[in-house]
């Protein structure tokens, strides 16, 4: 009992910060109909601002902990949606619902960052100190108050997100535009600045979540590659365009990444998701959640 305990708890917490970095992917696809292959950098970008930032305010402020997380993590968010602000004026806003445009400048966008990360913060791998020490004990399994605290405030974020998709007027103009934007234009929607909107949205939430990351893994200018890769199963597996799908893809990787590395190893875990990426493609090619285009 108590190992199945650790492991649903392993889920979460890793399936939490996989599900705000694919939905900020999902969200971008839905509004502008692009593949964003540069999504990965901006979830690098905000890691390595942490490593930065994190042991300025602790040395020059002198604060405690969760302050300085808090300020970390709101300078990070800041310094992503301005880079993104950036990329999409000068890249995206020229692209938008160009499948093959927006790939061929996505490309080029992760050459020019991962370049200047390079330049600028060096190869070597950068490591920020537990920022909440102490361990929590849940029903019998392990956990730090750190990855717990993180845990929580990714799934506030992304309850946050659905809450805005689901409720307000700019959730209702995103989901018009992702329906049928001609449709929304014909009712007064203004596309191009919903679908700044949107990305920006989607930004902050790959932000968010290397901000997330950055206390718990080894930061480095080539993080987000991998993050990206995930995040791109689980949208395949959810549904592309679809949050929901976003959602429950994350936990479903997470699962497998979890059970099957414990009962297994990390390479049959692996696995194990490619081949649940061919099935699902085979079988259901719009994922759990999508729709087929009609």
């Not at 705000?20 to 696809?29: D, E």
């Not at 942490?50 to 808090?70: D, N, Q, R, T, Y």
């Not at 400048?105 to 020019?112: E, H, N, Q, T």
């Not at 019998?140 to 799934?155: D, H, K, N, S």
């Amino acid at each position: 009992m108590d190992l199945t305990v650790q492991l649903i708890v392993n889920t979460l917490q890793i399936g939490a910060v996989y599900v705000l970095f694919s939905l900020g992917l999902t969200l971008i696809f839905g509004v502008m109909k692009i593949v964003n292959f540069a999504h990965g950098e901006f979830f690098t970008a905000a890691a390595l601002a942490m490593s930065v930032v994190v042991p300025w305010f602790a040395k020059a402020l002198g604060l405690s902990a969760i302050p300085v997380f808090a300020l970390s993590f709101c300078v990070s968010v800041l310094v992503v949606l301005a880079l993104g602000l950036v990329v999409y004026k000068f890249g995206f806003e020229r692209y938008l619902r160009d499948l093959i445009g927006s790939f061929i400048v996505s490309i080029g966008f992760v050459l020019l960052l991962e370049g200047l990360y390079l330049e600028i913060f060096g190869g070597a791998p950068r490591i920020i100190p537990p920022l909440i020490p102490g361990v929590a004990n849940i029903l019998g399994a392990a956990i730090t108050w750190q990855r717990l605290l993180i845990c929580f405030l990714a799934l506030a974020i992304t309850f946050g997100l659905y809450f805005l998709v689901a409720r307000t007027k700019l959730g209702l103009a995103l989901r018009a535009v992702a329906e049928d934007q001609e449709a929304a234009m014909l009712q007064g929607i203004k596309y191009r600045r919903v679908a700044l909107y949107g990305f920006l949205i989607g930004c902050g939430l790959a932000g968010a979540a290397g901000a997330f990351m950055a206390p718990l893994a080894a930061i480095t200018t080539f993080m987000g590659a991998d993050f990206l890769i995930k995040a791109f199963i689980i949208i395949i597996i959810g549904g592309l365009g679809s949050i929901p799908g976003a959602i429950l893809g994350g936990f479903i990787i997470a699962a497998i990444e979890s059970f099957g590395s414990y009962y297994f190893d990390s390479s049959t875990a692996t696995i194990a998701l490619f081949v649940l990426v061919i099935v699902g493609l085979l079988v259901r090619p719009q994922g759990i959640m999508g729709h087929a285009e009609r």
